[in-house]
């Protein structure tokens, strides 16, 4: 039996962010045919931009609470404090892809391969590789929403303090960075070629930005022009539009039919392309309209595994990450076979719902072996945590 | 539920259905067929009798016990040859080991003057992911390349990265591909999706692309992307081989 949820907390939020996290990982299993059930395929936005934005939610509503109630300093303390342990979950990552990499290079030479041994130069130098990836100048692909994660958490003090007081000239001020920086082309660089982040930090801090404005209060502000009629039918004509366009991207004897003018993709996602940001936008304004906060099946015990996941989204996000190096593992020493890749996805995300239940549940009685509830100054402010 | 159920059991019944024969070259039509067009090939060989094709790579030379392993150029010109007799066909491989797109570009005019193609086979996107280079860069200069080889008299075919099952976590290929494809169709050339196509050789069985030493498989696997290629500048050039398949 899976534990409950706590009441009063908005489990859309758990219950997305899960689910982005599901996606995350199968997408993440190199060339996996249960990806084909993953949101980017049916439009132009896919998990990352779920999972940047609630985490922009989550940030704000708590560590608003602990800023407005405690002051600055706590307030950016417990800030920085997160951004630390996400710092230190991403090491952990790099330790299991280095040695996922160390153990291939070693054993791999198989000459079919020969252009991509070119991925091993990278550890001619371990001494600088190691130096480059623990300040963020070198970042293995597959984890690299973390280091954006780290970014925008280690900027967000000074934004909090900005947004508690003006909320809407905050995300002007976010909205006008995002364009200087996609006009003067700002990125930050890596080694050891000068290529840029894969998550442009300043395009990709609008839309925590945005997320962080919602959970400040900025969602029931906008509620009344969000579900209108207009604005409803309007998102769902861009989702109808997005969403064929998509998929004919998949069907090459389609897509090849396609008139040059209807020619958009590939979207830009390393700058967030404005198609996209739209398309989460509009996403995002139809599930607060038709999932209100009190939706029985967010309740109901299929969305359990889920909201368990989101609950612990950070913990569940490294682990699924590590799970897709397995998965990949074991498709390709055991066998790459279609059952297998549908095997080994429901059998990650198995794992994942399990470890993330054995976590509420030890905080349960963590919580009941003395400790008195979290009052509402602290991180379980109304039962929703930043993780 | 009833929905995810339903959908899991045709992905098992795909599954199921997916073996192949062990070593064969067979893929599924909707993955090497192309709406392009191939025309100065087409005029080249019809007019002239001649065909000299550039196969541009950033590729390494093979090297030591391997360096006598024959790829796909050789037997692309095999497969040619044999299919259009009475035709000069000459396969060049050119290859830029580990250059990225950028500098492949400069040198393309020099290409173009010492070796006149009618027809360059373009692989590229591996060494430009394994670097990270942004995807949206890479798409526009491929795009500007392309076209400086059409105007230089060029008809170009585009070949993504391969399959490579044990470096596939480690980097990802896929928005270099998808700009590809953005370019293979607004400047209206094929695409070969290498990838696409060795993945299903490795999902069906015909081949093991997992092998970490040399087992053989690499001429076989060359064999017969060098003969889908053959297939394609066939098609795509409206040609009627002596050597009907």
């Known amino acids: ?387 | 539920m009833r929905m995810l159920s339903v959908a899991l059991s045709l992905v098992l019944l795909a599954a199921g259905a997916a073996r192949a024969e062990p070593n064969s070259c067979d893929v599924p039509d909707n993955l090497v067929e192309t709406f392009a067009r191939l025309p100065r090939v087409g005029l080249s060989v019809k007019r002239d009798h001649k065909l000299e094709i550039v196969v541009l790579s950033a590729a390494p030379k093979l090297s030591g016990e391997a360096s006598s392993l024959k790829s796909y150029p050789y037997y692309l010109e095999s497969e040619l040859r044999e299919r259009l007799k009475g035709t000069d066909v000459h396969v060049f491989a050119q290859s830029e080991p580990r250059k990225t797109i950028l500098e492949i570009a400069r040198d393309l005019p020099r290409l173009l003057s010492e070796r006149q193609p009618v027809l360059v086979i373009w692989q590229t996107g591996t060494v430009e992911a394994m670097r990270g280079i942004d995807p949206d860069g890479y798409g526009r200069a491929l795009d500007s390349s392309v076209a400086a080889l059409q105007n230089g008299g060029a008809d170009v075919v585009l070949i993504n990265q391969q399959f490579s099952p044990r470096t596939d976590f480690m980097f990802d290929g896929g928005p270099y591909t998808e700009n590809m494809r953005w370019v293979s169709q607004t400047r209206d050339i094929p695409l070969f999706n290498r990838y696409e196509v060795m993945k299903y050789w490795g999902e069906t069985g015909a081949f093991d692309l997992t092998a970490l030493k040399n087992d053989g498989t690499y001429e076989k696997v060359h064999r017969c992307i060098g003969r889908l290629i053959a297939d394609l500048v066939m098609r795509a050039a409206s040609l009627s081989g002596n050597v009907e398949r």
Not at chain 1, 11 to 25: A, N, P, Q, T, Y
Not at chain 1, 92 to 111: D, Q, R, W
Not at chain 1, 260 to 287: C, E, N, Q, Y
């Open chain 1, 1 to 387: 039996m899976l534990p409950a949820p706590p009441a009063g907390r908005d489990l859309r939020l758990d219950f997305f962010r899960g689910l982005s996290l599901w996606f995350i990982f199968l997408d993440h299993v190199p060339s996996n045919i249960v990806a084909w059930f993953t949101v980017r395929n049916y439009g132009f936005c896919d998990a990352s931009e779920v999972f940047v934005f609630i985490s922009g939610y989550t940030a704000a509503f708590v560590y608003g609470h602990v800023m407005k109630e405690r002051g600055f300093v706590i307030g950016a303390a417990r800030i920085l404090k997160r951004a630390w342990q996400i710092y230190v979950a991403f090491v952990f990552l790099l330790v299991f892809y280095f040695a996922e990499i160390a153990y291939v290079s070693s054993h791999f030479s198989n000459p079919l391969y020969t252009e991509e041994f070119g991925i091993f130069d990278f550890f001619q130098k371990p001494d600088v590789v190691l130096i480059e990836a623990l300040i963020l100048r070198f970042l293995p692909a597959n984890v690299d929403v973390l280091p954006l994660y780290i970014a925008l958490m280690t900027f967000f003090p000074p934004v909090l303090w900005l947004m508690l007081r003006q909320p809407n000239l905050t995300l002007l001020f976010s909205v006008v960075f995002y364009f200087v920086a996609k006009t003067l082309d700002w990125n930050l660089m890596l080694y050891p070629y000068d290529h840029s982040w894969f998550f442009n930090p300043f395009a990709w801090q609008l839309l925590f930005v945005i997320g962080a404005w919602c959970g400040l209060g900025g969602a029931r502000r906008v509620a009344p022009i969000l579900n209108s009629p207009p604005v409803i039918a309007l998102c769902v004509l861009y989702l109808v539009f997005a969403a064929p366009l998509q998929l004919s991207w998949l069907f090459p004897s389609v897509s090849g039919r396609m008139p040059g003018w209807l020619m958009i993709l590939p979207l830009d996602k390393t700058g967030l392309s404005g198609w996209r940001l739209f398309h989460f936008l509009a996403l995002a304004a139809l599930v607060i309209y038709y999932v209100p906060f009190d939706a029985k099946f967010l309740r109901s015990n299929w969305a359990r595994p889920l909201i368990l996941c989101g609950e612990h989204s950070l913990e569940i996000f490294c682990l699924g990450v590590f799970l897709s190096f397995s998965a990949h593992f074991v498709l390709t020493e055991i066998s790459s076979l279609i059952a297998m890749q549908v095997a080994v996805s429901l059998a990650g995300i198995a794992l994942m719902v399990t470890v993330a239940a054995l976590m509420t549940w030890y905080k349960d009685i963590e919580r009941r072996g003395g400790k008195p509830p979290p009052s509402a100054t602290q991180e379980g402010y109304r039962g929703v945590t930043a993780s």
